[in-house]
């Protein structure tokens, strides 16, 4: 009952805000679940920069209103609330959908509208290769940051590594960039995780008898907290690597007494770094609103909500779905703060900004 509630209240805000609204952007994505924390500090970055614009008059004239429903982070009923959007709301574009599947799922049923969906967030292949017509990347690809991770990891000279890979698409999708990395590196081990029932003591120890110097865990944050505390239970202190999915304060709370020296991927700026234009940019409209701090999943969101503005901005004053694809596919060089976007009809990835963070004693993310 408790999701169904925050799932009707979600709605009810949006149908308040649909008799101002005079452009609606649709969100289908995990309110309740495990990713809910990410998603929330995700759409909280978005609005923050749609309220700023609103405040300033909007998109020609236009004020820009997000309507989000929850999937659950199941790929059906993230289909589902495309249509619902779609059809229903008359929405002009899908925005910030999360996770592989769910975000699969909706650019399956963005064709039959015409469609544009900005900004998921997902580091997924599939949604770069081949380049979906529909889909606007404003993230790093998973294989960039497994790249980055094991590219990192050579240059501190350590050479023994564990990969640690929910077996599933996203694991296996991410698994391509420790093969690509420059210098290339051999694993010592590989071990797949089977979602929800994997053995983390059995991993644990071959691991330890490995003797990797690095494990790098591409998997969601519940199974690295739990392989992390397997590994030290079997002696193993291995430097501990994830990637970006995991880059948010929850992640920190599931790790606990084992989060401090974690290495996580970042795929935006650090968010405590005022040289950034793009953090400077995010902290100004944060102050304005009480907040204070940022994290990635609000960076995020405040970034991908600046390209689909700059996109609604080149539709024209009268938008369309249709001219909305047409002007995100004519963005090149566009900086939103320091990271560059790049679109063009055969090239939708956006940007390949990857950097890392470590999680200090305090358990925060520091650079």
Do not use: C
Request: hydrophobic share 45%; no cysteine.
């Amino acid at each position: 009952m408790r999701g169904r509630n925050t799932w009707m209240a979600l709605v009810g805000l949006s149908m308040a805000a649909l008799a101002r609204a005079q452009v609606l952007v649709g969100q289908t994505a995990s309110f309740n679940g495990p990713d809910s924390a990410y998603v929330r500090e995700a759409r909280t970055g978005a609005t923050l920069y749609f309220d700023a614009v609103n405040e300033q008059g909007g998109v020609h004239g236009q004020k820009v209103e997000l309507v989000s429903i929850d999937d659950a982070g199941d790929a059906q009923r993230a289909a589902r609330n495309v249509r619902a959007l779609m059809g229903g709301w008359n929405a002009i574009a899908l925005f910030l959908s999360r996770g592989t599947s769910t975000s699969q799922a909706a650019a399956a049923a963005l064709p039959a509208y015409g469609a544009a969906l900005v900004g998921p967030s997902s580091g997924s292949q599939s949604l770069r290769q081949p380049v979906h017509p529909l889909v606007f990347n404003v993230r790093a690809s998973y294989r960039r940051e497994a790249q980055q991770a094991v590219q990192s990891m050579a240059r501190l000279g350590l050479t023994r590594l564990a990969v640690v890979q929910a077996n599933n698409a996203f694991g296996d999708d991410a698994a391509v960039g420790v093969v690509d990395a420059d210098p290339p590196v051999r694993p010592v081990l590989v071990e797949k995780l089977e979602p929800e029932r994997a053995d983390f003591a059995a991993m644990a120890a071959r691991v330890a008898k490995a003797d990797a110097q690095v494990v790098l865990f591409l998997a969601d944050g519940a199974e690295v907290a739990a392989g992390v505390r397997a590994l030290r239970e079997a002696g193993s202190r291995a430097q501990v690597m994830t990637l970006s999915n995991n880059a948010s304060p929850g992640f920190i709370q599931r790790l606990g007494t084992q989060a401090r020296g974690v290495i996580v991927t970042q795929v935006f700026p650090y968010e405590r770094s005022m040289v950034s234009p793009l953090v400077k940019r995010a902290m100004d409209v944060g102050r304005t609103r009480g907040i204070h701090e940022l994290t990635q999943p609000l960076m995020e969101g405040f970034a991908a909500a600046q390209v689909l503005v700059e996109g609604l901005r080149r539709a024209g004053p009268k938008p369309t779905r249709e001219k909305l694809v047409e002007a995100l596919n004519g963005i090149a060089r566009f900086n939103i703060g320091g990271v560059m976007i790049d679109y063009s009809s055969t090239d939708h990835v956006g940007t390949t900004y990857s950097d890392m963070s470590v999680i200090s004693e305090m358990g925060r993310f520091q650079r």
